[in-house]
């Protein structure tokens, strides 16, 4: 392991006060006494005792230096380099989701570019499912493409950080907000089976490790069982659902690698439980295709919006008759082409929409039958002024 020695005084000086002395708890140092400036911190070695002096003001003509000083001792004491020390100490505010990949024939650090790009917008996919249930307050096996309020707003302050180099790992960072005063147990018996008083973005984090463990062990006993979707039906109660199901399979890639998502708590909530990295085999992924696949043929999307083109239409009788619109479903940028049946007096707004090539709305309950998605009891269904067309 090559042990740079860290000489960057801007990199260190972005070290805040709390970031340092966070993580200095986290692994063991005790606050001794304080002044205006400096805090003093030791550690028990054998038979000696360690100590760093953290200063505690950034405007600080020296600060910088300190914090380098503080650096130098922690990675002796640990055994890391200072880059890493000072990456760790600049993630004790987060908690820290990496995937990594493990890709085929690939130098390390690379991997294809359409799979990089899978695996990105699956991180997101993954993140956005794990969050539903703690912003809507309810486990659904098939999550609604409308969101709850404040997903949105979580979603804008979760962070990508650097790919980590050796398989090819990505990361996302959640922020947490420090814990002032007690500690419960992981995993505590309220709500959803998690910490009660423990903050919505800590809550994400650890539903979703519950989640990707479920599935994980879902999709395990899936390969023994007749029924393979049972463990799925019953996994749900613990975060898992069609949409997490197909987040994680996009982790494989086109070629279907094995992969593995391990979890990194922030320290300002100062845990100590350690979460055990998952790691999924290539026999898994079609399993956790097919379990989205299944739950989505069977568990509806409730109530959603429809807003697209109708590209056919079908009678046979003058009861009604069937159309199909391209279009997208509540906030989803994914075109979709959706199969309805439609009264009559529906049918000709539809005709007539498709002939003045207006944009139509309607709501529904939307299920997948293998590859067709078909709208369920449709309601509201009119055609868009032009003005309302984009």
């Known amino acids: 392991m090559i042990k740079a020695h860290v000489m960057d005084a801007a990199a260190l000086a972005a070290r805040t006060p709390a970031e340092l002395s966070s993580y200095l708890r986290a692994n063991g140092w005790q606050l001794t006494r304080r ?10 070695v054998e038979d000696d005792e360690l100590e760093i002096m953290q200063p505690l003001d950034p405007g600080l003509r020296d600060y910088a230096l300190r914090v380098g000083d503080a650096v130098v001792v922690l990675a002796a004491v640990e055994d890391r380099s200072e880059l890493e020390i000072l990456r760790r100490i600049s993630e004790s505010t987060w908690d820290v989701h990496a995937v ?3 890709p085929p024939e690939e130098p390390p650090g690379m991997i294809a570019i ?3 790009v899978t695996a990105y917008e699956s991180l997101r996919s993954l993140i956005n499912a794990a969050a539903y249930p703690i912003f809507a307050r309810q486990q659904r096996a098939v999550q609604p493409a409308r969101k709850p309020q404040g997903l949105a707003d979580f979603m804008r302050s979760v962070r990508i950080g650097v790919p980590v180099q050796g398989s090819y790992v990505l990361t996302a960072h959640t922020p947490v907000p420090p814990r002032l005063s007690g500690q419960p147990t992981l995993f ?6 998690l910490p009660e008083d423990e903050p919505l973005e800590r809550q994400v984090s650890l539903l979703m490790y519950r989640a990707v463990r479920a599935a994980y062990d ?4 899936a390969l023994l069982t007749a ?3 049972e463990p799925f039906n019953e996994a749900v109660s613990r975060g898992v659902s069609a949409n997490l199901c197909e987040a994680l399979a996009g982790f494989g890639g086109s070629e279907g690698h094995p992969f593995q998502l391990a979890v990194s708590l922030a320290a300002t909530r100062h845990e100590v439980a350690t979460l055990s990295p998952v790691r999924f085999r290539r026999d898994h992924l079609p399993v956790l295709k097919e379990a989205a696949a299944e739950l989505r043929a069977l568990t509806p999307e409730e109530d959603v919006a429809v807003i697209g083109e109708v590209v056919r239409l079908h009678r046979e009788d003058q009861t009604g008759g069937e159309i199909t619109v391209i279009g997208r479903v509540e906030d989803s940028e994914v075109l979709r082409r959706i199969w309805m049946n439609l009264s ?8 007539t929409a498709h002939q003045k090539m207006r944009q139509v709305t309607v ?3 939307l299920v997948r039958r293998g590859t067709r998605y078909f709208l369920a009891s449709p309601t509201g269904f009119r055609v868009l002024p032009e003005s309302d067309a984009d």
């Not at 002044?35 to 028990?44: D, I, M």
């Not at 009559?344 to 005709?351: L, M, N, W």
């Open 114 to 116: 359409e799979d990089g």
């Open 218 to 221: 879902a999709a395990d006993a």
């Open 35 to 44: 002044t205006e400036t400096v805090a003093f911190w030791t550690l028990p």
């Open 227 to 229: 029924d393979g979707l």
């Open 100 to 102: 990594s990949l493990f």
């Open 188 to 193: 505590d018996d309220a709500g959803f089976g």
């Open 363 to 365: 709501r529904g309950s």
């Open 344 to 351: 009559i007096s529906d049918y000709q707004e539809a005709t």
